[in-house]
T-cell receptor, first 109, second 117 residues
Framework: AQRVTQPEKLLSVFKGAPVELKCNYS??????LFWYVQYSRQRLQLLLR??SRESIKGFTADLNKGETSFHLKKPFAQEEDSAMYYC???????????FGSGTQLTVLP | DSGVTQTPKHLITATGQRVTLRCSPR?????VYWYQQSLDQGLQFLIQ???????AKGNILERFSAQQFPDLHSELNLSSLELGDSALYFC????????????????FGEGSRLTVL
């Protein structure tokens, strides 16, 4: 079974401070990990995926298979980063995207 | 708007009733996914259809059923509704059937909020 855990429901940081949103997963094979984001009054949308090894809006995430983690990081948070962030996983023959429960990030001025 | 569209946006009904939620995928997308988001819960995968055929099944109750029509729109039917079925139901679509893997990015609708009284 595949499972995604986001331990923080709420996270607040000040503008300009570093931010890290935690994500741990449980999966026996080789997973593909994603971060999806939902800004206020917008649809849930893909932020980044680990296979692309890209930085989007200053965010990066590294897959750590040893720790089964895929934490989302940004060195300097901006107010426009305030949103709900979901970590998600897919893999194997099931090919269903499993989401964590989400972390609401608030960046304070 | 060529994005994923869901109707209705809001629905209030009583226990024991039956409702149908509708989803139109993005133009060209063959896969449709249904997710349920209850209070304090993450997005729970319900079911996936690809080009009219059921492709994957998640934690979908027997009281719930879905289908995808030849024009690729999908409907989620919820019957014998209970208070606990109150939730936000999301539909998503993708070009491929990989459940989000590889290049199969999921594009989400705005959701249908169901309230069962």
């Amino acid at each position: 079974a595949q499972r995604v855990t986001q331990p923080e429901k709420l996270l607040s940081v000040f503008k300009g401070a570093p931010v890290e949103l935690k994500c741990n997963y449980s999966y026996s094979g080789s997973p593909e990990l994603f971060w999806y984001v939902q800004y206020s009054r917008q649809r849930l949308q893909l932020l980044l995926r680990h296979i692309s090894r890209e930085s989007i809006k200053g965010f990066t995430a590294d897959l750590n298979k040893g720790e089964t983690s895929f934490h989302l990081k940004k060195p300097f948070a901006q107010e426009e980063d305030s949103a709900m962030y979901y970590c998600a996983l897919t893999g194997g023959s099931a090919r269903q995207l499993t989401f964590g429960s989400g972390t609401q990030l608030t960046v304070l001025p | 708007d060529s994005g994923v569209t869901q109707t209705p946006k809001h629905l209030i009904t009583a226990t024991g009733q039956r409702v149908t939620l509708r989803c139109s995928p993005r133009s060209g997308d063959l896969s449709v996914y249904w997710y349920q988001q209850s209070l304090d819960q993450g997005l729970q995968f319900l079911i996936q259809y690809y080009n009219g055929e059921e492709r994957a099944k998640g934690n979908i109750l027997e009281r719930f059923s879905a289908q995808q029509f030849p024009d690729l729109h999908s409907e989620l039917n919820l019957s014998s509704l209970e208070l606990g079925d109150s939730a936000l139901y999301f539909c998503a679509s993708s070009v491929v059937s990989s459940g989000g893997a590889g290049t199969g990015e999921l594009f989400f609708g705005e959701g249908s909020r169901l309230t069962v009284l």
